[in-house]
C-alpha cells in the first residue's frame, strides 16, 4: 500500500507560478513511476508529468516549457513547479504513483488560474 498527499495548490492569476508536492509514505521502496495528473470540469483526467526513479521524465506537450518535475528519493516526494500559468491550466491535480500494474493516488489539489 502507498498513500500520497498533495499539496500546494490554490488560486493564482495567469502568468503566475506554483509549485505542488506530493509526498509518499508506505510501500515507498516499491514505487517506480510517480507523475501528476489533473482533471478540469467535463474533461477526462490527463497526464501533466511522469518521473522514473532514476529521473527520466515526459512531459505533455500543453505544458513543455512551462511545468518541471522533480523527486526527491531520499524524502519520497515529487514536485511539479508549474510557470506560466494559464486559465486553461484550471483543473484538480493528482499525484500519482505505479507499482507494479497497480496506481495509487492522491486525493487532489484544486489548481485554480484566473485571467
Known amino acids: 500500500q502507498v498513500q500520497l498527499v498533495e499539496s500546494g495548490g490554490g488560486l493564482v492569476q495567469a502568468g503566475g507560478s506554483l509549485r505542488l508536492s506530493c509526498a509518499a509514505s508506505?510501500?515507498?521502496?516499491?514505487?517506480?513511476?510517480m507523475g501528476w495528473y489533473r482533471q478540469a470540469p467535463g474533461k477526462q483526467r490527463e497526464l501533466v508529468a511522469s518521473?522514473?526513479?532514476?529521473?527520466?521524465?515526459n512531459y505533455a506537450d500543453s505544458v513543455k516549457g512551462r511545468f518541471t518535475i522533480s523527486r526527491d528519493n531520499a524524502k519520497n516526494t515529487v514536485y511539479l513547479q508549474m510557470n506560466s500559468l494559464k486559465p486553461e491550466d484550471t483543473a484538480v491535480y493528482y499525484c500519482?504513483?505505479?507499482?507494479?500494474?497497480?496506481?495509487?493516488w492522491g486525493q487532489g489539489t484544486l489548481v485554480t488560474v484566473s485571467s
Open positions: 500519482n504513483a505505479q507499482v507494479g500494474s497497480w496506481d495509487y
Open positions: 518521473i522514473t526513479r532514476r529521473h527520466s521524465t
Open positions: 508506505g510501500s515507498i521502496f516499491s514505487i517506480n513511476t
